[in-house]
């Protein structure tokens, strides 16, 4: 890694992601520490999951998330900081109607890069099973879905 400004224009490689229809943009790369910007579309989420092996944490830019931490909910808005240690589940949801602008980073970087590659434009409709095995190839556990109470 080198010193100096990555301009907010900027992206690593001039690589962006489509994720699930959220567009992610890595910022930096090394063995400790994996940056990217995201902008989360109204109605769009990360549904919950574990790092097993990583802490990850998040920037709030513009917006304000709904969060869901080891059962817990939450809301984090511009300034806040979100840290996730690793092995805690956590959700991440935009229930708002404006588009969550938020700087993420994770550490150590481990397989998460690779998984951005391996999910980029798999579009909003992906098989939910696909995107299960493909994060759980790359070190990214989803929970599954809450049981309906009857």
């Given at each position: 890694?080198?010193?100096?400004?990555?301009?907010?224009?900027?992206?690593?490689?001039?690589i962006?992601?489509?994720?699930?229809?959220?567009?992610?943009?890595?910022?930096?790369?090394?063995?400790?520490?994996?940056?990217?910007?995201?902008?989360?579309?109204?109605?769009?989420f990360?549904p919950?999951?574990?790092?097993?092996?990583?802490?990850?944490f998040?920037?709030?830019?513009?917006?304000?998330?709904?969060?869901?931490?080891?059962?817990?909910?939450?809301t984090?808005?511009?300034?806040?900081?979100?840290?996730?240690?690793?092995?805690?589940?956590?959700?991440?949801?935009?229930?708002?109607?404006?588009?969550?602008?938020t700087?993420?980073?994770?550490?150590?970087?481990?397989?998460?890069y690779?998984?951005?590659?391996?999910?980029?434009?798999?579009?909003?409709?992906?098989d939910?099973?696909?995107?299960?095995?493909?994060s759980?190839?790359?070190?990214?556990?989803?929970l599954?879905?809450?049981?309906?109470?009857?």
């Amino acid at each position: 890694m080198q010193a100096g400004v990555i301009k907010s224009q900027d992206s690593l490689e001039q690589i962006r992601w489509n994720i699930l229809g959220q567009t992610y943009i890595p910022k930096q790369l090394t063995d400790d520490c994996f940056s990217w910007h995201a902008s989360l579309p109204p109605d769009t989420f990360v549904p919950p999951h574990i790092h097993p092996d990583q802490d990850e944490f998040l920037y709030i830019l513009e917006g304000k998330f709904d969060l869901l931490l080891d059962g817990v909910e939450h809301t984090a808005e511009p300034g806040d900081l979100v840290t996730l240690p690793r092995g805690i589940p956590h959700g991440i949801y935009n229930k708002s109607d404006i588009t969550i602008k938020t700087l993420f980073w994770v550490t150590p970087s481990l397989q998460l890069y690779d998984l951005f590659w391996a999910l980029n434009n798999l579009g909003p409709t992906a098989d939910p099973a696909e995107v299960v095995a493909v994060s759980a190839a790359h070190a990214i556990d989803f929970l599954p879905p809450p049981e309906e109470a009857e």
